[in-house]
């Protein structure tokens, strides 16, 4: 059982009221691109945090190198709507910024850069 | 003197997917996590009780919801191109996951395991019915390699365009070649379209 556990069960109130909190009653991505695998990262623009949750904070320290929503989702262990939400808050303020484009088909030189890359793992 | 680069000096990279699918237990996992470079990570959507994705979190306070999860894992080609692989839901029933993970994809690798080779089809039909480009590979597991390539071909009632590669998904080699294989099938599909 992992630490993040106790967030999601709430035996009283049902499973879903912790996630549901931190978000604070927003329902929805304003960010309508957040995609599995695109990439978001802290801006090098530091706004005042103390209005941030805990979650956010902790996404801005994920996200001092560039990952994917996916990735962090996972490492924060939520539901992939919830982190969805909390990033698009951190958009919004400036804090994070994200690749602007949503998945295409990769062309010819990106394949081969991947083919490249994944030979030489 | 304290410098503050401004945001467009920071870049993010270009990310780029594949899909391992397959039947149920055929490797899947196995296949992400042999090739990764992190153990694999899982992250799961929302779903309501009776399985409707859940993308708004209006009105589902305290409902009942389940979740589906997905296994990943992460190849970093270069500063500016990051690989992602992911496993589908072990269940077919999710379609819309298998939506999300299909778009813009490179392509996918069907993993197929000779013993119960039928636990592949809706794979294999999903990609071809959607133009994907796909590669089917045969988990070689212990004492089970009793087809030949051929065979399996025939039995999948696969098109001769298809290429189909045997493998062994615990082996990272045997897994890069696989992956190599299916990168090189997208470039010619590709090609053929030019
Ligand atoms: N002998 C042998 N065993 C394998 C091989 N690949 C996977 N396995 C085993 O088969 C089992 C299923 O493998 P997984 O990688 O979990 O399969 P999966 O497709 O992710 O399974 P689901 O997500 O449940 O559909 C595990 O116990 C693996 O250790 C293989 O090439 N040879
Ligand atoms: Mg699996």
Redesign the pocket.
């Known amino acids: 059982m992992t630490a993040r556990e106790d967030w999601w069960y709430d035996e009283a109130a049902g499973p879903l009221v912790r996630p549901y909190a931190m978000v604070r009653g927003r329902t929805r991505p304003n960010a309508p691109h957040l995609h599995l695998v695109t990439q978001v990262r802290a801006s090098s623009f530091t706004s005042d945090q103390t209005s941030l949750t805990v979650e956010h904070r902790e996404i801005m320290a994920l996200c001092a190198r560039p990952l994917s929503v996916a990735e962090v989702a996972a490492y924060l262990d939520v539901p992939l709507i919830v982190v969805k939400v909390l990033l698009s808050d951190l958009i919004e303020r400036g804090d994070v910024i994200v690749q602007n484009s949503s998945p295409h088909i990769p062309d010819r030189d990106l394949l081969q850069a991947v083919l490249d890359g994944v030979r030489g793992i | 003197m304290v410098f503050v680069g401004s945001d467009d000096q920071l870049t993010v990279p270009t990310a780029v997917k594949i899909v391992i699918a397959?039947?149920?237990?055929?490797?899947?996992?196995?296949?992400?996590?042999s090739v990764s470079e992190i153990p694999p990570l899982r992250t799961e959507e929302l779903l309501t009780e009776a399985g409707v994705h859940v993308d708004d979190l209006a009105g589902i306070e305290g409902k009942d919801t389940t979740t589906v999860a997905l296994?990943f894992g992460r190849i970093t080609i270069n500063t500016k191109v990051v690989l992602y692989l992911f496993?589908t839901?072990?269940q077919n029933r999710f379609w819309f996951m298998w939506d999300e993970l299909a778009t813009g994809a490179i392509g996918a690798v069907v993993?197929v395991d000779t013993r119960r080779l039928d636990s592949s089809f809706p794979s294999i039909d999903f990609f071809e019915h959607r133009g994907i480009p796909f590669i089917v590979a045969v988990?070689?597991?212990?004492g089970s390699q009793l087809y030949t390539v051929d065979e399996v071909r025939h039995a999948l009632d696969l098109d001769e365009a298809i290429p189909v590669m045997l493998?062994?998904?615990?082996?990272r080699e045997s897994s890069k070649a696989v992956l190599v294989g299916l990168i090189q099938h997208s470039m010619n599909r590709l090609e053929a379209a030019v």
């Open positions: 397959g039947g149920f237990g055929t490797g899947k996992t196995t296949m992400v996590a296994d496993g839901p072990g993993l988990n070689c597991f212990d493998c062994d998904a615990r082996d």
